[in-house]
């Protein structure tokens, strides 16, 4: 089972920042947390991960609070194309652990 | 470019039939996985391997099978005794050993029953 958990849904209007959550209460001291999206019909892609320290890459940004039991996901200014199922997903630190999915967050950008 | 192939994108069976579908990664990964979507749900994991001539079975195994004999290639055969295989199928590669790095995923094949 996945050992996160995400809102269903969201909205967010176009050329605002998208704050998505995911709460992680029981994630281990060498689990990573991990962030991906899927748009319709395609692949997931990978967007960022984290240990502990806050992240930042051209895509978003990857708040992590201190005692690391949630974090959020920010895209700075959302877009059309933004709009997908956002995955919130922990593992541990190795190259070849499976991603345990959930159903993710729908975030739908609103023009 | 670099990246991972799947083919075809989309594929039709008729019942009873074996079917096979073709990842097929140059990103000199060691280890690749396969994994089922079905509508309005998250990933499920079939198959991973995490180096050639070795597999291990996911979540939901039966009716599925794999061969890894070459570092590149990563084949899933969905077999007759898979009664509800209709789904998108997804294939995923990354690195080995102690690494953080992501997996990356192809585009996907859907399969669909005749």
């Known amino acids: 089972d996945a050992k996160t958990t995400q809102p269903p849904s969201m909205d967010c209007a176009e050329g605002r920042a998208a704050n998505l959550p995911c709460n992680h209460s029981t994630i281990s001291g060498n689990e990573y947390v991990y962030w991906y999206r899927q748009i319709h019909s395609q692949g997931p892609q990978y967007i960022i991960h984290?240990?502990?320290n806050n992240e930042t890459n051209e895509m978003a940004s990857l708040i992590i609070t201190e005692d690391r039991k949630s974090s959020t996901l920010i895209l700075p200014h959302a877009t059309l194309r933004d709009t997908a199922v956002y995955y919130c997903i922990v593992r541990a630190y190795s190259g070849n652990t499976p991603l345990v999915f959930g159903k993710g967050t729908r975030l739908s950008v609103i023009a | 470019d670099g990246g991972i192939t799947q083919s075809p994108k989309y594929l039709f069976r008729k019942e009873g039939q074996n079917v096979t579908l073709s990842c097929e990664q140059n990103l000199n990964h060691d280890a690749m996985y396969w994994y089922r979507q079905d509508p309005g749900q998250g990933l499920r994991l079939i198959y991973y391997s995490q180096i050639v001539n070795d597999f291990q079975k996911g979540d939901i195994a039966e009716g599925y099978s794999v061969s890894r004999e070459k570092k590149e290639s990563f084949p899933l055969t969905v077999t007759s005794a898979q009664k509800n295989p209709t789904a998108f199928y997804l294939c995923a590669s990354s690195m080995g050993g102690r690494s953080n790095q992501p997996q990356h995923f192809g585009d996907g094949t859907r399969l669909s029953i005749l």
């Open positions: 984290g240990l502990k």
